[in-house]
């Protein structure tokens, strides 16, 4: 009797499901579905050969060299200390634990743009080391280096936490009993802990990596705009919009909204390989 109270509290009406179900499909036709066709559809306005001009202009090809320049020096950073810091956080207690948690999160609730002053206060040339920097011409703010710590700054919190939950969950007790077999810290963790974390690992990978593509605010702050140089893919929309090239700023960003899509995928495919981690990490 109970397990039917429980079928039919759970169970509900036909219109119910259908008016739920058509309510989410109608947002997200307006929401995602219809924005993403309109950027296609305006891209190739003039054909794809104008599309396809667009993206082969040299500021262009620039913009996307460095925006898959910046998304591969941050992730792969942001990978390794997330790595660390569930590690750390997840299997070991230490003082000042939840003061590293909130620090982690810190970029969730700071907007990225006020990220990009903080590295200009830092490293502009009238910064706390301006001029240290000018005398040793070192170039961060306006320059690549400076768009990558940016970037990683915005984007460090994916990978760590996908992987504290998932490490929290799991426990000790594999390692515990690799060490009581005499396996070292190292060897437990590569062979042990590493590998029951390699889909989690992967999944938060893929955020950072979409984040970091498509960063604009704290971007823009430390890049300069200069044109050919310092433009990401996004910075590079902006200018070509403001210039009223539409087709070339849509074609550009029919290009970013594929790399999107790529990632999409992939993440999809990790979730079906991978059930049990889907909805962990909270991001």
């Not at 924005?35 to 306005?45: H, M, Q, T």
């Not at 202009?57 to 950073?77: E, G, H, M, R, Y």
């Not at 206060?121 to 961060?140: A, H, P, R, S, T």
């Amino acid at each position: 009797m109970a397990s039917v109270s429980r079928r039919r509290a759970t169970d509900d009406p036909a219109w119910a499901k259908a008016l739920v179900i058509g309510v989410v499909a109608v947002f997200l036709a307006l929401v995602l579905i219809l924005p993403l066709a309109a950027v296609f559809a305006e891209a190739l306005r003039k054909g794809l050969g104008a599309a396809l001009e667009a993206i082969n202009n040299a500021d262009a090809l620039a913009a996307v060299k460095l925006t898959l320049l910046t998304a591969a020096i941050s992730v792969p950073f942001n990978a390794a200390f997330g790595l660390c810091a569930a590690w750390a956080i997840a299997k070991h207690e230490f003082l000042g634990k939840p003061l590293l948690i909130t620090l982690i999160d810190l970029p969730f609730s700071v907007s990225p743009v006020v990220a990009g002053l903080i590295y200009v206060l830092i490293f502009g040339l009238q910064g706390w080391f301006g001029e240290y920097l000018v005398d040793n011409d070192i170039k961060i703010i306006f320059a690549v280096p400076g768009i990558v710590l940016a970037t990683v700054f915005v984007t460090f919190p994916f990978v760590a936490r996908e992987l504290i939950p998932l490490m929290q969950e799991q426990g000790n007790s594999e390692e515990e009993a690799a060490v009581s077999m005499g396996a070292g810290g190292l060897y437990t963790f590569w062979r042990v802990t590493a590998p029951n974390v390699r889909w989690g690992l992967m999944y938060g990978v893929l955020l950072c990596n979409a984040r970091a593509m498509g960063e604009f605010g704290a971007v823009s702050v430390v890049s300069g705009h200069i044109r050919g140089l310092t433009n990401t893919m996004p910075l590079h929309v902006e200018i070509l919009y403001n210039e009223y090239d539409f087709v070339g700023a849509f074609a550009v960003a029919a290009l970013l909204c594929l790399l999107a899509v790529v990632t999409l995928v992939l993440k999809t495919a990790l979730e079906v390989a991978q059930p049990g981690m889907r909805g962990r990490g909270g991001h």
